[in-house]
């Protein structure tokens, strides 16, 4: 295990709109003291994030290349979402605007399921994770990463890194590109349920957390030097990408730098709760587990008994990979989640899937009957079906009954557009 010097360069404010020369210039100056040698791995974004890395990458490449790396490749952070078209892929590097140098090799998919794709680089003990964790999970785990991360066949590794509020670790980026972005599943469980534990009002929004100290002391098992590379974007109403922020160092402090500014960026607060809020769900979320998001963001300002609306057209499936068992069970507070926990073996075997169920129901309260039950209700206007929600612990509605843009003059209702994005918060 080692620790690495700390350093940081780049700029960054709520105000500021970084040109591509001014990115530009940034990597320049942070690689001038950066010995690469000749293979470099960049682990990337997957296509549910919105990022700059199509800016940034082919940069990174040609700056690369000036440098005499000879081999470029890419991992793609997928965590355990599915894996990226031929043509996202290329579009997320930037490779359909920018002709890449001789350097650049192929962007690999991170196979989280497949055991002859990772190793094992150590344990972190259950008193580390005790301690860790203010003591709400106290169990050792394994850390298994993709094999491309300790092969020994790359000399350095490039994370570029988007940084937006996140509900397992507080804030996207950083150390999470490798767990659980590049990981197996035993970090991949462990973060997932303590971030459940913890809460999800206890969590995101917030730079220090306890998953954020699991995922970093977990980051200090790999040997292979890291340079990260930080951004703070959003889109304009002209669907623009602005870049608010931009760090590149090491993995701990330049992500700290971008979550500063992501939380002066990404957090709104409004005055008062809402009745209801019409989430107009993000395009990049066509699956509920990402698409859960919503819940995440807005639950917070969503007033006890109230109802959430997720307004998303586009959004197709449950999950291409954890669908059966989150149909099985189906959204509920962590209460009742926890039990489920403690007497459902195969939900105890996928606490990802057990996490996820209790981020999206959000919080519980106890109704008139005393018994638990979600703090508001949640409605889906998708292409899921009725029957798909009722087994989802869901409502339905039939998005083309519902015209959003009519809700916009009610007090009672806020209307979020590209929800998922941005987190709201009450004073």
Not at 108 to 129: C, F, K, M, T
Not at 149 to 177: C, M, N, Q, R
């Amino acid at each position: 295990m080692i620790e690495r010097e700390q350093w940081t360069i780049g700029t960054g404010a709520a105000n500021a709109d970084l040109s591509s020369d001014e990115l530009r210039r940034i990597v320049e100056q942070a690689f001038e003291s950066v010995r690469f040698g000749k293979r470099v791995l960049a682990i990337i974004p997957d296509a549910t994030r919105d990022d700059a890395t199509a800016i940034l990458f082919p940069i990174a490449a040609e700056i690369l290349g000036v440098k005499g790396v000879e081999k470029f490749d890419a991992l793609v952070a997928q965590g355990t979402h599915a894996p990226m078209s031929a043509a996202e892929k290329t579009k997320k590097i930037g490779a359909d605007e920018n002709e890449l140098p001789q350097i650049f090799g192929a962007v690999y998919d991170h196979e989280w399921n497949n055991p002859g794709e990772l190793v094992n680089i150590g344990e972190l003990s259950a008193r580390q994770v005790g301690v860790l964790s203010d003591g709400l999970f106290t169990e050792s785990v394994a850390l298994t990463v993709n094999r491309r991360i300790a092969s020994g066949e790359y000399d350095t590794i490039l994370i570029f890194s988007s940084t937006v509020p996140h509900e397992v670790a507080g804030f996207s980026g950083g150390a999470k590109y490798f767990f659980p972005g590049v990981s197996g599943r035993e970090l991949t469980d462990a973060t997932h349920w303590l971030g459940a534990l913890a809460s999800i009002a206890n969590v995101i929004g917030k730079i220090e957390t306890p998953t954020r100290r699991l995922i970093e002391a977990a980051a200090t098992f790999v040997k292979t030097p890291v340079v990260c590379l930080n951004s703070v974007v959003t889109r304009t109403e002209e669907n623009r990408l602005r870049t608010y922020a931009f760090f590149v160092g090491d993995v701990k402090s330049s992500f700290r730098r971008a979550a500063e500014i992501s939380r002066q960026v990404h957090v709104k607060t409004v005055e008062k709760p809402f009745r209801r809020v019409i989430a107009v769900l993000d395009e990049h979320y066509d699956e509920l587990w990402t698409g859960g998001k919503a819940s995440y963001k807005l639950g917070g300002i969503i007033a006890e008994g109230g109802e959430l609306i997720i307004y998303a057209p586009h959004l197709l499936a449950v999950s291409a990979t954890h669908g059966a068992m989150i149909e099985k069970f189906g959204y509920a507070p962590l209460d009742i989640v926890r039990d489920w926990v403690k007497y459902h073996l195969d939900l105890r075997n996928d606490l990802c899937v057990a996490a996820h169920l209790a981020h999206v129901s959000y919080a519980g309260r106890t109704d008139e009957n005393d018994a638990i039950t979600s703090r508001f209700a949640i409605k889906l206007a998708s292409a899921l079906s009725a029957e798909t929600c009722q087994k989802l612990n869901l409502g339905f509605i039939d998005y083309r009954q519902i015209n959003w843009k009519e809700f916009r003059d009610d007090p009672e209702t806020l209307v979020v557009e590209r929800a998922g994005r941005d987190l709201y918060v009450l004073p």
